[in-house]
């Protein structure tokens, strides 16, 4: 038998049901079978329903969305678009929050990289060590910190052991193909039980990826309309070879230029497990080149003065990124034994992070980020129906960017936070309270800037719960945020963004009202969730291009209003038959959000439009087949300066085959996404006018666990 620790999987402090696919499977380390909708990360609360959207990515349906970056791994999901700025670079979209209003976590801490400053800047989490990922789409501000004030995507992996392994070795591994990009990927992991109590984990992964294959033309008819404009205006005043370029930049097709990828991470953990509780830790390294496709029109100044040989013109280089983090994490959990507090736990996690811009072979700008974030906890143990946890957080950043092109001055972030989650049961009616207080400090020493904010976020849940499996429930919440440095000092061209990026240091704390009412159930075998929210914002923050130029760059411009977002989230499964060992199920899930800036002030910028997704599939012990669609509606609601995105329509399919059944982490799976080969672009990228969506992707892989 199997001997697990009695560490809890996370310090996230949620545990919601939703719609179960898979039932977990043990033994396998790299991506255990989860149950597709379940969220099991805190003992010490049943069903935390103040964040209402909550979904899980585990197990099979995890490998077959496994993409290079994060964003793009979780696009499947309700109520999740992603910045998809390059294959390399990719933020998870929640509800149409991004950047400083999203947070991306490890095992409930901060990834501690420059992810949060800006678009182009990959997210240091390879999806392909995960077993699990959850999603939580809301106010996770309570729980995570203000910058999750729009909601939080919290990865979970086994780099420090969760239990000890039965066999005197335990080896996972997972590899992949990907036709759309030539991407091939590989990763492993092995537990090694030193004792009865400790448990060593060492592992990695590599990827290599190729351009992008796309459908059709790389630029959108908009970009294609003014590369075309230029080559008339160009011909006429005899400038022929600036017209070939344009020409050339308007017929290119079926291709990204510049998108290909190189990411390698590797890691040892060590914990010892026992009946009092566990402690571990662990150190990882994450590498990783990938390049910035360029954008059409967006020459780059160079500082004036600089010396070019006399008769010529420097030719630039394609823009690279160079990025390298190392990591140190440490995870505790105490039982007490009785008393008021059940157990204690500890989360810490330290980062060393350097990042560079080249262009071609010289140095653009050097990022180097230094950070640390910790969390404690003392958990409640139950009272008669109430139970919950009372915490506090830090955080740390020293921020520094070194280079002509340094569009960020080097600051420091402090920020202190204490929260507390309540929850009380009253049979069919449950009770949920929170709340959380926060200071935090950012400073520019160089410019003799210093800001200070106090934050105060609070939250109540109501729900009842019907005898026939179904909850209705309410949230309200006021949720409050500091401004990050980028929002509050950034001043200068951004060659990787090509913008000339503006903040503002006199920025207020961002405020928000949200309401969510939702329902959800099980019933006749049919699962289903329905869940609508609204945000009221007061000193929203927000970056818009403001149509001026400065060193040749568009101007992208940080601004302050109000601002008002709404929209839902629906899904519903349900089992049509059973056809001798297959279960025939049919499933659907819908997504909306729109949002204003208020007094007239137009559309926020970059909100992903109305979408469709159904499918069908046949599941066994063995066996699964799927087809799905997928519609994206046009999106015309742009602010000023953006472009409209054109509709599209995904077909997709997929197969999986476990020899040994669910039981066993061993499966062979391959599917074929955007099968008719369709041009796309996603509303919520930065880049999608020269960045489109890959075209037919056929994609093959296996995991092993022995």
Known sequence: MRHYGILAASTALIATPAMAQDGERPGDHIHGEGQAGIVVTARFVDELDLIAGTSTLAGTELDQSIR???GDTLTALPGVSATSFTPGSSRPVLRGFQGERIRVLT???GAIDASNTSVDHAVTIDPITAYRIEVLRGPAALLFGSQAIGGAVNVFDRLIPIEVPDEPVHVDAITSYGSAADEWTIAGGVDLPLTSNLVLHVGGSYRESDDLEISGFTLSPELRAEQLEIVAEETEEGNLDEAAEAQELADLRGTVPNSATETWT??????????WGSIGASVSFYDTVYGIPARPGAEHAHEEGEEEEEGEEEEEGPVTIDLHQVRADLRAEILTGGGFFES??????????THTEFEGDEVGTLFLVEGLEGRLEFVQADQD?????????LYVRDFNAIGAEAFVPRNDTEQVGIFTLQEFDFGQLGLELAGRYEHT??????????????????????????????RIGVNLSRSERAPAAE??????PHIATQAFEIGNPDFTTEKSIGLEAYVRGDVGGVTFALTGFANWFDDFIFDAATGEEEDDLPVFQYFQRDATYYGFEAEIAATLAEVGQFQINADAVADYVRASIDNGGGPVPRIPPFRLRGGLEAVSDNFDARAEVEWAAEQDRVAAFETPTDDFTFVNASVAWRPWGRANGTSLFASVNNIFDVNARRHASFTKDFVPLAGRDFRVGARFSF
Do not use: M
């Not at 590797?266 to 009946?275: C, K, N, P, V």
């Not at 129906?385 to 957080?393: A, D, E, N, P």
């Open 68 to 70: 290079p970056q994060i």
């Open 107 to 109: 095992d409930g801490i």
């Open 266 to 275: 590797a890691g040892a953990g060590l914990a010892w497990i026992d009946e």
């Open 344 to 353: 204690i736990r500890v989360r810490l996690g330290y980062s060393d992070y």
């Open 385 to 393: 129906g109430w139970r919950g946890v009372i915490g506090g957080q």
């Open 441 to 470: 400090t950012v400073s520019a020493p160089d410019q003799a800037i210093d800001r200070s904010f106090d934050s105060f976020s609070f939250a109540g849940g109501l729900h009842y719960d019907f005898e026939e499996e179904v």
């Open 487 to 492: 929002e509050l000092f950034s001043n200068g």
